[in-house]
């Protein structure tokens, strides 16, 4: 009985949740993506695609698909500079990464440029074929 109770509290426990590197492609408050969106783009010619509509004319960094995957968060257009928006933190929970992003705001005593500014963050992971899952935190 008491072995059977340690394996339920255990499997209610979970596991933890393990940390998947990253690293930063933009993360700018310029890009040609005018509506708010989150992206996972897992081939070349998503990438391709993606990049085009991001930043037309800027060169496209190299992605290995074969290993990796690209993770975005855009915010969409503002009306002020001020805005801000990083992917936090990424987690595999079992065969579901979870992203986790922060969204900056000007505070109402600050001094913001009058520029329509296109907030965004894209991120470099490893490839996964799971389902990937948006959080945004609370400050």
């Known amino acids: 009985m008491i072995a059977a109770m340690i394996l339920l509290t255990a499997s209610l426990a979970g596991s933890p949740l393990a940390p998947v590197p990253f690293t930063t492609i933009s993360h700018t408050e310029d890009s040609g993506i005018e509506q708010a969106r989150q992206v996972v783009v897992r081939t070349a010619a998503e990438w391709k695609a993606l990049w085009k509509d991001h930043a037309p004319g800027r060169p496209m960094p190299a992605v290995d698909f074969a290993t990796s995957m690209v993770i975005g968060?855009?915010?969409?257009?503002?009306?002020?500079?001020?805005?801000?928006?990083?992917?936090?933190?990424?987690?595999?929970?079992?065969?579901?990464?979870?992203?986790?992003?922060?969204?900056?705001?000007?505070?109402?005593?600050?001094?913001?440029?009058?520029?329509?500014?296109?907030?965004?963050?894209?991120?470099?992971?490893?490839?996964?074929?799971?389902?990937?899952?948006?959080?945004?935190?609370?400050?």
């Open 73 to 139: 968060v855009f915010l969409g257009s503002r009306n002020t500079s001020g805005h801000d928006v990083t992917i936090a933190s990424i987690e595999k929970d079992g065969e579901t990464v979870v992203v986790t992003y922060r969204e900056q705001r000007p505070g109402p005593r600050d001094i913001v440029a009058q520029v329509i500014t296109f907030p965004h963050h894209l991120v470099r992971a490893d490839r996964t074929a799971g389902e990937v899952k948006f959080t945004r935190a609370e400050r």
